[in-house]
């Protein structure tokens, strides 16, 4: 009886998670839907004061071999429309159907889909790259690891995640932003923790860089790191 007890606890925190899961990413949703058309103003030309981003983005399109870049988290589609301008084979990924809805009238030429992070519809080695900037800031510490194995699952052997984020410690809480009613946790992240999770997912970190902020005029005022890494050439 000790033994089906526990195991009715184990299901029950089970199902209690997945349910808390579910209603976290429908708020996250929601959310992008909410402040999709204004986020588009506000963002999509933001690469043309990126210097960087934009060095780091040709620099990703000139690794690709073989297989398309995914651009994961894509919004309204402005660093796969970039990647496409530098001869890249590129896709996009966004929970927010508003965003996809965005993206596809903005840049017609690229394929744009709906989709989670962490259970893509996307065949295994099938991608060339993936580009996820900004998106894995809405991660829980318990998703990252999950967020990983899943990019590592889609990539080809040898393939190349360039990830982006916020630098620091800090969770950011928005009840509210530009206006509109939003519930986003905005998770600022430490170089050295994501480099140990993704060496522990299999794979290769090849560089990290940190810059400052461009300024309040040109994007959200914090720290900022890329981080390049490589999954196996070995398939499995």
């Known amino acids: 009886m000790a033994t089906c007890g526990n195991l009715r606890f184990v299901l029950a925190a089970a199902l ?11 708020e ?10 204004e986020y588009c103003k506000r963002i999509f030309d933001e690469l043309a004061h990126k ?3 934009r060095q780091l983005l040709q620099r990703l399109a000139n690794t690709v071999k073989s297989g398309p870049i995914c651009d994961l988290g894509c919004g309204p589609g402005h660093v796969a429309r970039f990647l496409k301008s530098c001869g890249a084979d590129v896709f996009g990924i966004d929970l927010s159907p508003r965003m996809i809805e965005l993206a596809r009238r903005l840049t017609p030429e690229i394929q744009f889909f709906e989709g989670n992070m ?3 519809e996307v065949a295994d080695d ?9 998106s894995i800031i809405h991660l829980t510490p318990e998703e990252l690891p ?4 899943e990019f590592k699952r889609v990539l080809r052997p040898g393939g190349t995640l360039l990830l982006a984020f916020h630098v620091g410690k800090e969770t950011v809480h928005e009840d509210e932003l530009w206006g509109y009613k939003v519930s986003l946790d905005l998770r600022f992240l430490e170089s050295r923790e994501i480099e140990e999770q993704l060496h522990a997912t299999g794979f290769r970190v090849q560089e990290t860089i940190e810059r ?16 390049f890494a490589e999954k196996s050439q070995l398939r499995g």
């Open 16 to 26: 209690q998670y997945r349910q808390t899961h579910l209603d976290r990413f429908s």
């Open 28 to 37: 996250l949703q929601d959310s992008y839907d909410r402040i999709a058309e």
């Open 51 to 53: 210097p960087l981003d």
């Open 118 to 120: 962490l259970s893509l």
């Open 126 to 134: 099938s991608c060339g790259a993936i580009a996820a900037f900004y």
């Open 146 to 149: 999950k967020a990983f194995l």
């Open 212 to 227: 400052e902020t461009y300024g309040e005029d040109v994007e959200y005022p914090s720290r900022r790191a890329y981080i």
